[in-house]
């Protein structure tokens, strides 16, 4: 669901149209809809409100500090995995208790920053780590408060190998049976509580049915710990849900929450989100122009000026992503986003990037309406982890992003330049 819908055969974005928003701001740029983006987290909110849960958005899929503030303005807390994102979780003013940290491989300097800012729960990787942000919490006299992350050894079949984590041989969490011996070890530490359980099981996972049971493998583990008298409040239940990267693809909130919510309902227990790509996906496009037309061989190649080093998922997860023009004649235009689309006239088209690697594709084989040089290109459901995973490589300056709200449209980062490419090589200094 988003706000990204066609009119007489022009993009709009809300009620901004896109070929004058691209005119006026150049390409590429990401662009997303404020209207999307609160609509995902209010109706996962209402979808789980029985649980009257808290709902940590993933910084890590789409991190402007504008975005999130719009989450924190509505009560949401987040999930940060870095110090980096840390501040920008505080620049963007989200309330410091709804803060859970993650990550394997947390740093002194990062761990400190975090129990200084008063965070709500570090999601705890290892003995190692617990150990080391117990003895942190220790030397500044402070209590630090800690979820141990386990895999319950579940994932779902359709989830990509790269971003599946809930099994037993992934470099996150502990498994269960270590889950156990790490609570009687740990469980009554004073410098960092140790009272909560955290799960990811992957992304994105099309169906309820992982979630349900790795919250049943994770209550069963509960209930011994709290016979041993241990203390358990907490659960968090990671991210994952899906977006509509095709239409109509992904579940229902509702659908999640009918069989998640009574599994969790009256146990007693806290409950923790931590949502990314089900509330940044849809709310973002990518907008990139037609520069070349080219064929090798059979192939027809569309060549435009973004590409891998922008949007990273078709080249690293062979991820889909639906690609129209933003200008199309009613015969071409679509009535919903899918990689088989049912229409006359389209030609089997390669849209690759600029970037000197035979992977910067962004998608294959596609059957694409014609496009001429100088068109505009919109790349849908790319507002989750596309301009977080931007990078400069080939000296290319990162896009702009704006964010759109009705019919006003705002930058909220600036285009790189060259300038800012080179700015931090401009003092060196002998060590
Ligand atoms: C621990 C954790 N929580 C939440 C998320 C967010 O996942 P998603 O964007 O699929 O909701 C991730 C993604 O990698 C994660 O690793």
């Given at each position: 669901?988003?706000?990204?819908?066609?009119?007489?055969?022009?993009?709009?974005?809300?009620?901004?149209?896109?070929?004058?928003?691209?005119?006026?701001?150049?390409?590429?740029?990401?662009?997303?809809?404020?209207?999307?983006?609160?609509?995902?987290?209010?109706?996962?909110?209402?979808?789980?409100?029985?649980?009257?849960?808290?709902?940590?958005?993933?910084?890590?899929?789409?991190?402007?500090?504008?975005?999130?503030?719009?989450?924190?303005?509505?009560?949401?807390?987040?999930?940060?995995?870095?110090?980096?994102?840390?501040?920008?979780?505080?620049?963007?003013?989200?309330?410091?208790?709804?803060?859970?940290?993650?990550?394997?491989?947390?740093?002194?300097?990062?761990?400190?920053?975090?129990?200084?800012?008063?965070?709500?729960?570090?999601?705890?990787?290892?003995?190692?780590?617990?150990?080391?942000?117990?003895?942190?919490?220790?030397?500044?006299?402070?209590?630090?408060?800690?979820?141990?992350?386990?895999?319950?050894?579940?994932?779902?079949?359709?989830?990509?190998?790269?971003?599946?984590?809930?099994?037993?041989?992934?470099?996150?969490?502990?498994?269960?049976?270590?889950?156990?011996?790490?609570?009687?070890?740990?469980?009554?530490?004073?410098?960092?509580?140790?009272?909560?359980?955290?799960?990811?099981?992957?992304?994105?996972?099309?169906?309820?049915?992982?979630?349900?049971?790795?919250?049943?493998?994770?209550?069963?583990?509960?209930?011994?710990?709290?016979?041993?008298?241990?203390?358990?409040?907490?659960?968090?239940?990671?991210?994952g849900f899906a977006a509509d990267y095709e239409s109509g693809r992904s579940p229902s909130y509702e659908t999640y929450a009918e069989a998640i919510v009574p599994l969790l309902k009256g146990k007693g227990l806290k409950v923790i989100l931590e949502p990314g790509r089900t509330i940044a996906g849809n709310a973002g496009v990518l907008l990139a122009r037609v520069q070349y037309i080219k064929?090798?061989?059979?192939?027809?190649?569309?060549?435009?000026?973004?590409?891998?080093?922008?949007?990273?998922?078709?080249?690293?997860?062979?991820?889909?992503?639906?690609?129209?023009?933003?200008?199309?004649?009613?015969?071409?235009?679509?009535?919903?986003?899918?990689?088989?689309?049912?229409?006359?006239?389209?030609?089997?088209?390669?849209?690759?990037?600029?970037?000197?690697?035979?992977?910067?594709?962004?998608?294959?084989?596609?059957?694409?309406?014609?496009?001429?040089?100088?068109?505009?290109?919109?790349?849908?459901?790319?507002?989750?982890?596309?301009?977080?995973?931007?990078?400069?490589?080939?000296?290319?300056?990162?896009?702009?992003?704006?964010?759109?709200?009705?019919?006003?449209?705002?930058?909220?980062?600036?285009?790189?330049?060259?300038?800012?490419?080179?700015?931090?090589?401009?003092?060196?200094?002998?060590?």
């Open positions: 669901m988003d706000w990204f819908q066609y009119r007489d055969g022009q993009l709009f974005c809300e009620d901004v149209n896109l070929d004058k928003l691209a005119s006026s701001v150049g390409t590429p740029v990401y662009v997303y809809s404020q209207r999307t983006f609160e609509h995902h987290f209010e109706e996962l909110n209402k979808a789980f409100a029985e649980l009257d849960p808290l709902i940590c958005y993933s910084i890590k899929s789409c991190g402007n500090i504008h975005l999130i503030k719009l989450l924190a303005d509505r009560g949401a807390g987040m999930d940060v995995v870095s110090g980096g994102e840390l501040h920008r979780a505080k620049l963007a003013g989200v309330a410091m208790n709804k803060i859970v940290y993650a990550g394997v491989g947390k740093t002194d300097a990062e761990i400190r920053e975090a129990i200084d800012a008063d965070i709500g729960y570090f999601n705890i990787e290892s003995e190692a780590e617990f150990e080391n942000i117990s003895a942190i919490a220790r030397s500044l006299g402070k209590t630090a408060h800690g979820t141990l992350r386990i895999n319950p050894d579940v994932s779902d079949p359709n989830t990509h190998a790269k971003t599946t984590t809930g099994k037993k041989e992934t470099k996150f969490g502990v498994d269960i049976d270590r889950a156990r011996k790490f609570f009687e070890t740990y469980g009554r530490d004073e410098h960092c509580r140790l009272t909560a359980i955290h799960l990811h099981l992957g992304s994105p996972i099309y169906s309820p049915a992982p979630y349900v049971l790795a919250i049943n493998k994770t209550l069963t583990l509960i209930e011994e710990l709290r016979a041993k008298d241990l203390t358990i409040d907490t659960i968090d239940i990671g991210g064929t090798g061989g059979r192939k027809k190649f569309v060549i435009v000026d973004s590409g891998m080093h922008q949007l990273l998922r078709p080249a690293m997860y062979e991820a889909f992503h639906f690609i129209w023009p933003t200008n199309v004649a009613p015969q071409h235009e679509p009535s919903r986003r899918s990689e088989q689309m049912d229409m006359p006239g389209l030609e089997m088209t390669d849209i690759v990037g600029p970037i000197c690697e035979t992977g910067d594709i962004l998608a294959k084989e596609r059957g694409l309406p014609p496009v001429a040089r100088g068109d505009l290109l919109a790349i849908f459901t790319a507002g989750a982890y596309g301009m977080v995973m931007a990078s400069q490589y080939n000296a290319m300056p990162r896009p702009a992003e704006v964010l759109v709200s009705g019919s006003n449209a705002t930058i909220i980062r600036r285009r790189e330049t060259y300038e800012d490419l080179t700015a931090l090589e401009m003092e060196t200094a002998s060590v």
